[in-house]
Nanobody, 121 residues
């Protein structure tokens, strides 16, 4: 599989916004999922947002109400709009695409190269 290609990210002050993009080439199943994860130094990777083929979304509790995941299948791209950023959002962010089955997302594209998001307080 070809890994997704990410763009966006960077440094921002607390309260600011950033938008991440993820262009993926993996063939999507009829029921697919697209997601973003992050990993901070010394911490485990956590999935922060998912969007599925039926349009439903889910978010990790700490980003609910601040992050928005969206998709544009014509462009084979999905996005993570991050608002009201906090210092604790500082991490390397990764994207992936996968198959949705039995209420679970299996990411099959492999995580992208990652993009650093740094939020200063």
């Amino acid at each position: 599989q070809v890994q997704p290609v990410q763009s966006g990210g960077g440094s921002v002050q607390a309260g600011g916004s950033l938008r991440l993009s993820c262009a993926f080439s993996v063939n999507t199943y009829s029921q697919y999922c697209l997601g973003w994860s992050r990993q901070a130094p010394g911490k485990e990777r956590e999935v922060v947002a998912e969007v599925r083929s039926d349009g439903t979304t889910s978010y990790e509790d700490s980003v609910k109400g601040r992050f928005i995941i969206s998709k544009d299948m014509a462009k084979r791209t999905h996005y993570l709009q991050m608002n009201s950023l906090k210092a604790e959002d500082t991490a390397r962010y990764y994207c992936a695409a996968g198959a949705w089955s039995d209420g679970h997302c299996t990411f099959i594209s492999g995580w992208g190269q990652g993009t650093q998001v740094t939020v200063s307080s």
